[in-house]
């Protein structure tokens, strides 16, 4: 399919290769793996082939190539060559340097990652940390000039009062600067390293400052919070009381299906899981009263929460705990479970891990544990929803007097 190439084509095209201008003959646009675009006009003067730069898009719009390529074709039909001209022209200019910005080649590495995340929040986050902390200070200078003293520019004025921020960042800014080297457009060491280089200069993060996790509600709260939820009204109460009682996390329930439920279990495919691996539920009845209700609200819907046919947004459950003036966050509903786990029951940690559906790090233990103990996490979630749906007034015991 052909397009007109308007500047706004060309400013949307992400792919790298050579396009082809229809309505001026010999005109390219050349685009690079960095996503950077230049004009070029390939002609044949005396039976030799030759590539006229005629600039870089942005720099050099589409009318003005048309113009430089019609300026050059004219040349041609007078029997001079373009290339041979633009040469003498430029004898006493300084060489153009067509290494590209670090915010150039950032921007275009980010969209070159964004298919391996499951979540596109991650994408968005990697662009606000750049934007916000590393562009105003390197982005503008080629990825190959890049040292130490920018990277800590860059660092200093957020790592001991963002520490989680600026280090999540270092470990971009290396990724980015790794992928430069790998494609050739710098050479030698990678300033943004951390080991035997950025440590010998910035305090160790986890001596900085202590990472917040996220904020929880004591499991001895959650009754009288279920209770309040379950006078609420709405996909969204029913989604957030859903998690809680699976111990799922936000992407998992906004993203179920119903086809995923089936025989009282909810399968989550790998691909929608942080560990890759799939994921079994076992359903008890609270929850699949949930599924039944949700449906009702919007019954030609394939997703188990939804509004309208489409899933629920990442914020409808923050949003409502908000509204109900609770400063606790959705997944760490999921740190009140394992609290109750431990202290009030004698499930196993094996069981508990499992039903958290958290990653193994021994690798020799990750080989023996090939089960995954649906029928013991049954038993364990039955107690969980009864736990967290029993009004408060029915768990206090009277004390008979002596």
Not at 265 to 277: D, E, G, H, L, Q
Not at 335 to 340: M, V
Not at 346 to 352: D, I, L, Q, W
Request: contains cysteine; hydrophobic residues 40%.
């Amino acid at each position: 399919m052909k397009h007109a190439f308007t500047d706004l084509y060309v400013k949307n095209i992400k792919k790298a290769g050579r396009y082809t201008i229809p309505d001026t003959k010999g005109l390219n646009l050349q685009v690079k793996a960095s996503l950077q675009k230049y004009w070029v006009l390939r002609y044949v003067f005396e039976s030799k082939r030759y590539d006229l730069a005629l600039g870089a898009y942005p720099e050099v719009l589409v009318k003005e190539a048309r113009k430089r390529a019609i300026d050059a074709r004219s040349q041609l039909n007078h029997g001079k060559n373009p290339k041979t001209l633009k040469d003498k022209s430029d004898e006493n200019s300084p060489p153009i340097d067509t290494k590209p910005t670090f915010r150039e080649y950032a921007l275009a590495c980010i969209e070159m990652k964004r298919p391996e995340w499951t979540n596109a929040k991650h994408g968005d986050q990697w662009v606000y940390t750049m934007e916000e902390f590393a562009f105003p200070i390197i982005g503008d200078k080629p990825i190959d000039e890049i040292d130490t003293e920018d990277i800590l520019k860059v660092l200093m004025p957020i790592w001991t009062t963002k520490t989680e921020t600026a280090s999540r960042l270092r470990g971009r800014l290396e990724w980015v600067l790794a992928s430069a080297t790998t494609r050739k457009l710098r050479s030698g060491f990678n300033p943004a390293i951390w080991r035997g280089n950025l440590q010998t200069v910035l305090a160790a993060p986890n001596k900085v400052k202590t990472v917040e996790h996220h904020k929880a509600l004591s499991y001895r709260a959650l009754p009288e919070f279920i209770t309040k939820l379950q006078a609420s009204d709405g996909i969204s109460a029913l989604a957030l009381e859903f998690a809680i009682l699976n111990a799922s996390r936000t992407g998992e329930v906004i993203g179920g299906l119903k086809s995923e439920v089936e025989d009282e279990v909810w399968t989550i495919s790998a691909k929608r899981m942080k560990a890759k691996k799939e994921h079994r539920v076992p359903l008890c009845k609270r929850s699949l009263e949930i599924l039944q209700m949700a449906s009702i609200l919007d019954p030609d819907s394939k997703f188990m929460f939804s509004k309208n046919g489409k899933p629920i947004s990442n914020m409808a459950m923050p949003m409502l705990l908000k509204r109900m003036k609770y400063d606790v966050t959705v997944h760490g509903f999921r740190s009140t479970f394992r609290d109750w786990v431990s202290e009030e029951t004698n499930h196993s940690p094996e069981v508990a891990e499992m039903a958290l559906a958290h990653a193994i790090r021994n690798k020799v233990e990750a080989a023996y544990r090939r089960r995954d103990l649906l029928e013991r996490r049954r038993h364990l979630m039955s107690e969980w929803e009864g736990f967290c749906t029993t009004p408060i007034s029915d768990s206090i015991i009277q004390l008979k007097a002596a």
